[in-house]
């Protein structure tokens, strides 16, 4: 399902692995997997969740 580990998901970002999969499939349903247009050697779409995540934590 991820290619992150779930460690990394549930000790960065306080969500369960669940929720961090709901988060990317609201994620990629609005384009955010859109034209990769730049660097071809982005990271996967989890991945980048995944940073973005760890640096707007829930409040």
């Known amino acids: 399902m991820l290619r992150t580990e779930r460690v ?3 000790t960065f970002t306080g969500l369960r692995i669940t929720q ?3 988060l990317l499939k609201v ?3 609005r384009g955010g997997n859109g034209t990769m247009r ?3 050697w982005s990271l996967p779409l989890a ?3 995944l ?3 760890v640096y707007y934590p829930r409040t």
């Open 51 to 53: 940073m973005v995540a």
């Open 38 to 40: 730049g660097r071809p």
């Open 8 to 10: 990394w998901v549930e």
């Open 47 to 49: 991945e980048r969740v």
């Open 27 to 29: 994620v990629r349903e």
């Open 20 to 22: 961090f999969a709901r």
